[in-house]
């Protein structure tokens, strides 16, 4: 059977110039970096290196890399640190409502252990709103969080007005940008980011490997004990193979941003176009311009998301309803109910994510799938007969119009 993945949001594969360069690290090159002889020396350079490549990539210095074992854990070091570091200072906390739960529960317990934590609502396309920001600001305000690109919905927010406002109030900014590396560029030379989080396997890199951005002179508490790894700040010996695939997966993340992001958002607008224009009550979720250029978050009425993705994977389609960390529970999503969708249409949502291999004609066969899948599940709902009767027969219809629209 054809197999069809679209769910790069959750993970990518891995590039194969990444596995090449992992694999010396599985097999003769197997020191500890912190070992003085020959062996730890020659792994203590490739940690060095890697920190240094990763460091170009982004526009920071490598002594402002911290690697970790994942975006969790670069989310959980940068706001627990925060929190700890400067709790003399201050005890208010802002995020906003549509994190990744690694941001979102991290603040959740910060809130059980005496902080307050402000969430920054979002506009029906899930965009923050910097007055909202500048108006939550206080004088015990110690760091704000807002991520740099959604999950599930693709939004992109003002990374840079909300961290420069933060800047001038002297309030550390911390963002989540795990989504957006390789997708957007991201140069902090110019950002005026504090902290930013990032996950290899989000960009064709290995996974249970990420890094934190530190910029010199953030004041930053620790979550682990042990030995003087990571300048102290993240004990532990290193995942070296791992991070030798970061860097190589960033390094490649970034060539030509702007050029990969115009093919991959031209797919996106064709998946996205065909299925407003072959399939009836259906809204795009998210941003219709501001969003990662491989997105696709579509509301597709009478027809229940987690019903309608295991139809697909019968037939070959790797898709997700919101986030992969959600889906098998009864709940909505938190990110669409924050942008003001109501249960049943929070619950029609299916995510599809594109990758760089994905094609034109994996699309079109795609959305024929879908169209199929949708059809079928829709026979069987009660709901969908009685919308069809109504709107076959407009003058007999009691029923208020839908607020979902055709495109
Ligand atoms: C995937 C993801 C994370 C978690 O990263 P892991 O490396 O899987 O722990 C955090 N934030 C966002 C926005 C993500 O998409």
Redesign the pocket.
């Known amino acids: 059977m054809k197999r069809i993945y679209l769910d790069h949001?959750a993970t990518t594969p891995m590039h194969p110039q990444v596995l090449e360069a992992m694999l010396p690290f599985f097999g003769q090159v197997f020191g500890n970096p912190s070992s003085i002889h020959s062996f730890g020396r020659e792994a203590r350079r490739a940690l060095e290196e890697s920190r240094e490549k990763t460091a170009l990539a982004l526009g920071a210095a490598p002594g402002e890399i911290i690697f970790t074992s994942?975006?969790?854990?670069a989310?959980n070091l940068a706001i627990q640190g925060v929190a700890e570091a400067l709790s003399g200072k201050g005890r208010h906390l802002i995020t906003s409502a549509i994190e990744?739960h690694?941001?979102l529960d991290t603040f959740k317990a910060l809130s059980k252990k005496g902080f307050e934590v402000t969430l920054l609502p979002v506009d029906r396309y899930g965009m923050v709103d910097p007055d909202d920001l500048v108006s939550a600001l206080r004088d015990d305000t110690i760091l704000v969080s807002v991520?740099m690109a959604n999950?599930e919905i693709g939004t992109l927010q003002p990374i840079e007005e909300l961290s420069r406002i933060c800047r001038e109030k002297g309030v550390y900014f911390h963002t989540?940008a795990?989504?957006a590396i390789g997708n957007i560029p991201v140069n902090l030379k110019e950002l005026p980011v504090d902290l930013l989080?990032l996950?290899a396997?989000?960009f064709y890199g290995p996974k249970g490997v990420?890094a934190l951005f530190v910029r010199r002179g953030t004041k930053l508490g620790k979550l682990f004990f042990g030995g003087g790894q990571e300048k102290k700040q993240r004990p532990g010996t290193e995942n070296l193979p791992g991070i030798v695939g970061l860097a190589k997966a960033i390094e490649l993340a970034v060539v030509d941003i702007p050029g990969k992001a115009a093919a991959m958002a031209a797919l996106r607008d064709r998946l996205i176009g065909s299925l407003l224009e072959q399939i009836e009550e259906v809204q795009l979720n998210g941003h219709p311009v501001q969003r990662l250029p491989g997105n696709v978050n579509v509301s597709i009425k009478y027809v229940e998301g987690e019903g309608l993705l295991l139809d697909l994977d019968l037939k070959g389609i790797a898709a997700s309803s919101g986030s992969a960390c959600t889906s098998g529970s009864l709940e909505p999503s938190h990110v669409l109910m924050a942008c003001g969708l109501d249960h049943q249409t929070a619950h029609g949502s299916l995510r599809l994510t594109l990758g760089h291999n994905n094609t034109a004609e994996d699309v079109d066969y795609a959305v024929e799938i879908i169209k199929g899948s949708v059809a079928r599940l829709r026979e069987m709902s009660l709901l969908y007969k009685n919308y069809r009767r109504k709107n076959d027969n407009p003058q007999t219809g009691e029923e208020e119009t839908s607020c979902i629209t055709k495109k």
Not at 70 to 73: A, N, V
């Open positions: 949001g994942g975006g969790t854990e989310d990744h690694a941001v991520m999950n989540d795990v989504q989080s996950s396997h989000k990420g």
